[in-house]
């Protein structure tokens, strides 16, 4: 079985700086994606990020980038220039490939805070 | 990505009774999950829906208690049984279609916050 962990159950951050947040996970699986997933107040969860596990350039999107170390199973989340609407609880997630039935396994979350 | 709704967003109900909670997707899409989020925890995967067939549960969920029905490819329903204090949360339904394309990302519904008397 797969495990996630975040290991920070809190962040803040002051608006315009950098932060990153930490996740670590547990596999025997060689093929599986990972995920970043952003859940602010209004509790819709939001992806922000994929990553696939053969790939082993990091995937970006706009301000939002991953440091993947797949031989340490490290999946960490930068956030650049850190906006006010950034503060959410953020999520790293595991899906194994193929075969897992698509099955998401969700680490226990970073409440992260933007502060001005 | 497919756009999904929940009904309804939210409700309180008492010990004992049972409530339906539906989900609907804008395009026809194979597999729905279900998913319970406890306050101040994280997501734990209910069940897996096909239409035409039996969902699959996960370990420590049963049909008895959070049966699901399937009619068609667009919507889905999870019900929460004999409701207990311990079965308030916010119960998501996700896919990982869009537009007849599997992703291998799921994507949320906006989810249904249940309390429970």
């Known amino acids: 079985a797969q495990t996630v962990t975040q290991s920070q159950p809190e962040m803040s951050v002051q608006e315009a700086e950098t932060v990153t947040l930490s996740c670590t996970y547990d596999?025997?699986?060689?093929?599986?994606?990972l995920f970043w997933y952003k859940q602010p107040p209004s509790r819709q969860m939001i992806l922000v990020i994929r990553?696939?596990?053969?790939?082993?350039q990091n995937a970006t999107e706009n301000r939002f980038s991953v440091n993947f170390q797949k031989a340490a199973k490290s999946f960490s989340l930068k956030i650049s220039d850190s906006q006010l609407g950034d503060t959410a609880m953020y999520f790293c997630?595991?899906?194994?490939?193929?075969?897992?039935?698509?099955?998401?396994?969700f680490g226990t979350g970073t409440q992260l805070k933007v502060e001005l | 990505s497919a756009v999904i709704s929940q009904k309804p967003s939210r409700d309180i109900c008492q010990r004992g009774t049972s409530l339906t909670i539906q989900c609907q997707v804008d395009s026809q899409v194979t597999m729905m999950f279900w998913y319970r989020q406890q306050p101040g925890q994280s997501l734990t995967l209910i069940a897996t829906a096909n239409q035409g067939s039996e969902a699959t549960y996960e370990s420590g969920f049963v049909i008895d208690k959070f049966p699901i029905s399937r009619p068609n490819l667009t919507f889905s329903t999870l019900t929460v049984s004999n409701m207990s204090p311990e079965d308030s949360s916010i119960y998501l339904c996700s896919v990982d279609e869009s537009a007849g394309v599997l992703t291998d990302t799921q994507y949320f519904g906006p989810g249904t916050r249940l309390t429970v008397l």
């Open positions: 596999t025997s699986e060689n093929n599986y994606y």
């Open positions: 990553q696939e596990a053969y790939k082993q």
């Open positions: 997630a595991f899906m194994k490939l193929p075969g897992g039935g698509n099955k998401l396994t």
